[in-house]
Protein backbone atom coordinates (compact mmCIF):
# COMPACT_ATOMS: atom_id res chain seq x y z
CA UNK A 1 0.00 0.00 0.00
CA UNK A 2 1.56 3.55 -1.12
CA UNK A 3 0.43 5.82 1.22
CA UNK A 4 1.46 8.89 -0.71
CA UNK A 5 4.19 10.60 -1.62
CA UNK A 6 5.70 13.63 0.64
CA UNK A 7 6.97 16.67 -0.40
CA UNK A 8 10.30 15.98 -1.29
CA UNK A 9 13.39 18.95 -2.46
CA UNK A 10 14.72 18.53 -5.79
CA UNK A 11 17.93 16.73 -7.29
CA UNK A 12 18.87 17.36 -10.75
CA UNK A 13 20.65 14.96 -12.13
CA UNK A 14 22.50 15.52 -15.56
CA UNK A 15 20.23 18.15 -16.56
CA UNK A 16 16.75 15.92 -15.47
CA UNK A 17 15.06 16.78 -12.35
CA UNK A 18 14.05 14.11 -9.73
CA UNK A 19 12.00 14.94 -7.03
CA UNK A 20 13.58 13.66 -3.81
CA UNK A 21 16.24 13.93 -1.58
CA UNK A 22 19.11 11.27 -1.60
CA UNK A 23 17.44 10.51 1.78
CA UNK A 24 14.23 9.32 -0.85
CA UNK A 25 15.95 7.18 -2.74
CA UNK A 26 16.56 3.20 -3.32
CA UNK A 27 18.87 1.42 -5.72
CA UNK A 28 16.89 -1.57 -7.61
CA UNK A 29 17.73 -3.84 -9.96
CA UNK A 30 15.63 -5.15 -12.70
CA UNK A 31 15.12 -8.95 -13.33
CA UNK A 32 17.97 -8.87 -16.43
CA UNK A 33 20.27 -6.89 -13.27
CA UNK A 34 19.96 -3.63 -14.78
CA UNK A 35 20.62 -1.24 -12.07
CA UNK A 36 18.05 2.16 -11.40
CA UNK A 37 17.61 5.09 -9.26
CA UNK A 38 14.31 5.55 -7.94
CA UNK A 39 11.84 7.93 -5.59
CA UNK A 40 10.45 5.55 -3.06
CA UNK A 41 8.11 5.95 -0.21
CA UNK A 42 9.64 5.33 2.99
CA UNK A 43 8.64 1.43 3.11
CA UNK A 44 10.74 0.69 0.12
CA UNK A 45 13.93 2.18 0.72
CA UNK A 46 15.67 -1.05 1.32
CA UNK A 47 14.00 -2.76 -1.76
CA UNK A 48 16.47 -4.25 -4.06
CA UNK A 49 13.84 -4.83 -6.81
CA UNK A 50 12.31 -2.97 -9.46
CA UNK A 51 9.47 -5.33 -9.52
CA UNK A 52 8.77 -4.77 -5.77
CA UNK A 53 8.10 -1.09 -6.10
CA UNK A 54 4.61 0.43 -6.94
CA UNK A 55 3.52 1.96 -10.32
CA UNK A 56 3.59 5.84 -9.20
CA UNK A 57 7.57 4.88 -7.41
CA UNK A 58 8.45 3.09 -10.88
CA UNK A 59 7.85 6.36 -12.70
CA UNK A 60 10.11 8.18 -10.94
CA UNK A 61 13.15 5.61 -11.82
CA UNK A 62 16.21 6.75 -14.33
CA UNK A 63 18.46 4.38 -15.25
CA UNK A 64 21.64 4.48 -13.51
CA UNK A 65 23.88 3.87 -16.92
CA UNK A 66 22.30 7.00 -18.14
CA UNK A 67 23.46 9.09 -15.32
CA UNK A 68 27.17 7.84 -14.33
CA UNK A 69 27.64 5.95 -17.72
CA UNK A 70 29.03 2.31 -17.71
CA UNK A 71 32.35 2.72 -15.83
CA UNK A 72 31.39 2.46 -11.71
CA UNK A 73 32.67 5.17 -9.68
Same mark, same amino acid.
Request: proline residues 1%; contains cysteine; hydrophobic residues 25%.
Given at each position: M???? #? =? ?5 ? #????M ?32 E????Q ?12 G? =? #??
Amino acid at each position: MVVGF #R =EYNHINI #RGKTMKGDYGSMAWVNDEKGKEYVCTVDPQHLNEKKLENLSEQEKKTCEDVNQIIGT =E #RW
